[in-house]
């Protein structure tokens, strides 16, 4: 078990289908991140909020919307899809984003499948 | 450009020990992070070096060496549970983000 609480834990939706991936994490971390990760690879960064503010957002396709809506709660809305999007989505958190020296926690990832 | 090295796949012993080497050319360095990954689940945290040396925790231990831009994982009586991947990460200077190396997956044999 992690503390940082990802769902679902598996979806699969088609191209057309609008969804969320939710996450959570209550250790008081106030920056919080997305990953991508396809299999026998390592996670991609995709954003990152710090103090509930996007603080980066490393060239995602807008079909990718993140929301953070408070300090312990972060969504990733998904939207038209494509096939290669396919993939296990990674929540993380670290006590702050400047504090380099703190690990990310990772959430046990949603398994993304898209028909 | 950004670059860490890893080996793809080892292979050891139950019992043994291994050394898992991480080598690193990166623009910036404030640390390097060692993670384990078991298939299918998240990454968790094992060691973090941002000072030369060697740092032990239990069965585990992480060495740096910053001038040679390189680490290494090493893992002693191994168990069945130790298979998994294991990927290291260098925290930048910029901007604290992770660049992840593509991981080394460990098969351990009985």
């Known amino acids: 078990d992690t503390e940082v609480t990802q769902t679902p834990k598996h979806l699969v939706m088609g191209m057309t289908n609008k969804k969320s991936l939710k996450c959570e994490q209550h250790m008081g971390h106030r920056a919080m991140y997305w990953y991508k990760q396809k299999a026998k690879k390592p996670p991609e960064l995709m954003f990152v909020y710090s103090y509930e503010k996007l603080s980066i957002n490393e060239s995602v396709p807008s079909r990718f919307s993140p929301e953070c809506p408070n300090s312990s709660l972060l969504n990733l809305h998904l939207h038209a899809l494509q096939p290669e999007d396919s993939a296990l989505y990674l929540c993380?958190?670290?006590?702050?984003?400047?504090?380099?020296?703190?690990?990310?926690?990772f959430g046990d990832g949603t398994r993304l499948s898209i028909l | 450009g950004q670059n860490i090295d890893q080996p793809t796949e080892m292979t050891a012993t139950e019992g043994a020990i291994v050394q898992i080497n991480c080598t690193y050319q990166t623009s910036g360095f404030n640390g390097l992070f060692w993670y384990q990954q078991h298939a299918g689940e998240a990454p968790t945290f094992l060691s973090y070096?941002?000072l030369d040396g060697l740092e032990e925790k239990g069965r585990f231990s992480s060495f740096l060496s910053r001038s040679k831009g390189y680490s290494y994982l090493l893992l002693k009586e191994l168990q069945m549970k130790d298979s998994a991947s294991y990927l290291c990460?260098?925290?930048?200077?910029?901007?604290?983000?992770?660049?992840w190396g593509a991981g080394t997956k460990l098969i351990i044999k009985p």
């Open positions: 990460a260098v925290s930048m200077d910029s901007n604290y983000q992770l660049i």
């Open positions: 070096n941002v």
């Open positions: 993380a958190s670290s006590q702050e984003l400047t504090a380099s020296y703190q690990p990310q926690h």
